[in-house]
């Protein structure tokens, strides 16, 4: 039948494995397991290969009913070849044939690339980009994760590393130290004198915290700053902002708006739309399976 794709969704802590259809419809229920990551890499390896089997088994399908698999995992990558390079979160597969490995396991292709640019190309296929042609997107969580579409393509750049602006330099350090789940830390010790997670700003938000609430105001100020670079590099259709620290979009958001209109060329200030990602808990192995697609 060849008529569904696979994605999976392999980061430092779990691994979830889906499927298709070609349309973007997510077939059955996905799996979901812990990564182990302190395990050898041959048993990662079996606990991937467990969870497609496991997951055809569901479907009441076979290896031959797939068109092909996708693999979205933290960094960094050799994309083209498909390897696994000095990965903080995956400890015991540095340097590791993720690709070929799969592949020789179950006989279809296999394409793989960052996690960021599979929650990126997901909401350009299926998401809330869906129709646009150039979109830059943004995973704001432990890091800040970057990914440009250009022409509905992935530009992965000469060395896979296009449009990843975390180490770039701001103020004192990097602009990753302010756009964070630390950089939230961190904003908010400065205005309170008080230690609190990412987490814990938010709910206090939520409460109306005159501090979070500041904090997230402050936020939103910097992350316009990144947001800026692309856009007047760039000058995509739409920008994406997903990952866990998106939820707090409401206390962000307004500051962020307020402060890029004024630092990006006027055309596009005018023009170019800030939105959300809605595929959810989903989008990474969606994102996954959508490498496959823009394989085809």
Same mark, same amino acid.
């Given at each position: 039948?060849? +008529?569904?794709?696979?994605?999976?969704?392999?980061?430092?802590?779990?691994?979830?494995?889906?499927?298709?259809?070609?349309?973007?419809?997510?077939?059955?229920?996905?799996?979901?397991?812990?990564? +182990?990551?302190?395990?050898?890499?041959?048993?990662?390896?079996?606990?991937?290969?467990?969870?497609?089997?496991?997951?055809?088994?569901?479907?009441?399908? +076979?290896?031959?009913?797939?068109?092909?698999?996708?693999?979205?995992?933290?960094?960094?990558?050799?994309?083209?070849?498909?390897?696994?390079?000095? %990965?903080?979160?995956?400890?015991?597969?540095?340097?590791?044939?993720?690709?070929?490995?799969?592949?020789?396991?179950?006989?279809? &292709?296999?394409?793989?690339?960052?996690?960021?640019? %599979?929650?990126?190309?997901?909401?350009?296929?299926?998401?809330?980009?869906?129709?646009?042609?150039?979109?830059?997107?943004?995973?704001?969580?432990?890091?800040?994760?970057?990914?440009?579409?250009?022409?509905?393509?992935?530009?992965?750049?000469?060395?896979?590393?296009?449009?990843?602006?975390?180490?770039?330099?701001?103020?004192?350090?990097?602009?990753?130290?302010?756009?964070?789940?630390?950089?939230?830390?961190?904003?908010?010790?400065?205005?309170?004198?008080?230690?609190?997670?990412?987490?814990?700003?938010?709910?206090?938000?939520?409460?109306?915290?005159?501090?979070?609430?500041?904090?997230?105001?402050?936020?939103?100020?910097?992350?316009?700053? &990144?947001?800026?670079?692309?856009?007047?590099?760039?000058?995509?259709?739409?920008?994406?902002?997903?990952?866990?620290?998106?939820?707090?979009?409401?206390?962000?958001? &307004?500051?962020?708006?307020?402060?890029?209109?004024?630092?990006? %060329? &006027?055309?596009?200030?005018?023009?170019?739309?800030?939105?959300?990602?809605?595929?959810?808990?989903?989008?990474?192995?969606?994102?996954?399976? %959508?490498?496959?697609?823009?394989?085809?």
């Amino acid at each position: 039948m060849q +008529n569904i794709i696979i994605g999976i969704d392999l980061g430092g802590t779990k691994i979830m494995t889906g499927a298709i259809s070609q349309s973007g419809d997510v077939l059955g229920k996905p799996i979901k397991t812990p990564t +182990n990551s302190h395990e050898q890499s041959s048993v990662i390896i079996k606990t991937i290969t467990d969870s497609v089997e496991k997951l055809l088994k569901n479907l009441k399908l +076979n290896i031959n009913d797939v068109l092909g698999i996708g693999i979205g995992t933290t960094g960094p990558l050799n994309i083209n070849e498909g390897i696994i390079l000095e %990965c903080p979160q995956l400890p015991t597969m540095h340097f590791f044939p993720l690709r070929k490995t799969i592949e020789r396991f179950f006989s279809v &292709p296999v394409y793989i690339n960052n996690d960021a640019n %599979c929650l990126i190309y997901a909401e350009t296929i299926f998401g809330n980009a869906t129709g646009k042609k150039n979109v830059v997107g943004f995973t704001l969580g432990t890091g800040i994760g970057s990914a440009i579409i250009l022409d509905k393509k992935i530009l992965n750049g000469a060395t896979g590393t296009a449009g990843e602006v975390w180490a770039s330099p701001y103020k004192s350090g990097i602009i990753e130290d302010y756009i964070s789940g630390d950089g939230v830390a961190k904003i908010y010790k400065s205005i309170s004198g008080q230690n609190k997670s990412s987490l814990e700003v938010f709910n206090l938000a939520n409460k109306g915290d005159k501090d979070a609430l500041l904090t997230w105001k402050e936020f939103g100020e910097h992350l316009a700053i &990144p947001i800026a670079w692309s856009i007047n590099l760039i000058d995509p259709d739409i920008v994406v902002l997903g990952g866990s620290i998106s939820s707090a979009h409401k206390y962000f958001m &307004p500051s962020m708006e307020d402060k890029l209109r004024k630092i990006i %060329c &006027p055309v596009p200030s005018k023009k170019t739309k800030i939105v959300l990602a809605r595929l959810g808990d989903y989008t990474g192995f969606i994102g996954a399976a %959508c490498l496959v697609i823009e394989n085809k």
